[in-house]
Nanobody, 121 residues
Framework: QVQLVESGGGLVQPGGSLKLSCTAS????????MGWYRQAAGKERELVAN???????NYADSVKGRFTISRDDAKNSVYLQMNSLTHEDTAAYYC???????????????WGQGTLVTVSS
């Protein structure tokens, strides 16, 4: 099994910054695409950013220029640096990864439990 654990959420004022972290553990050969999604109250889950094994990022238009995704494969981790936060960024943020499982010898998509980001004055 593969598990993802997020951290770094919390309450921040508009214009502030937060950095989310997500670390994978368990039985896997390697991690492939990794990313962050978010779900605001009453809305569907949406992609925020993802990053491939080459370190190439992809961002939702709403966060371009404000958020930066990065990964550290030595630590099995992915990060999301969020700057210039607005009320519209308030949501539960979920880490996502595709892992090559040692249990099933197949690619599995794994989700973290989510971390809440609240932007409020």
């Amino acid at each position: 099994q593969v598990q993802l654990v997020e951290s770094g959420g919390g309450l921040v004022q508009p214009g502030g910054s937060l950095k989310l972290s997500c670390t994978a553990s368990g039985r896997f050969f390697s991690l492939h695409g990794m990313g962050w999604y978010r779900q605001a109250a009453g809305k569907e889950r949406e992609l925020v950013a993802n990053i491939d094994t080459g370190g190439n990022p992809n961002y939702a238009d709403s966060v371009k220029g404000r958020f930066t995704i990065s990964r550290d494969d030595a630590k099995n981790s992915v990060y999301l640096q969020m700057n210039s936060l607005t009320h519209e960024d308030t949501a539960a943020y979920y880490c996502n990864a595709v892992a090559l499982s040692t249990t099933s010898y197949s690619f599995v998509t794994v989700w973290g439990q989510g971390t809440l980001v609240t932007v409020s004055s």
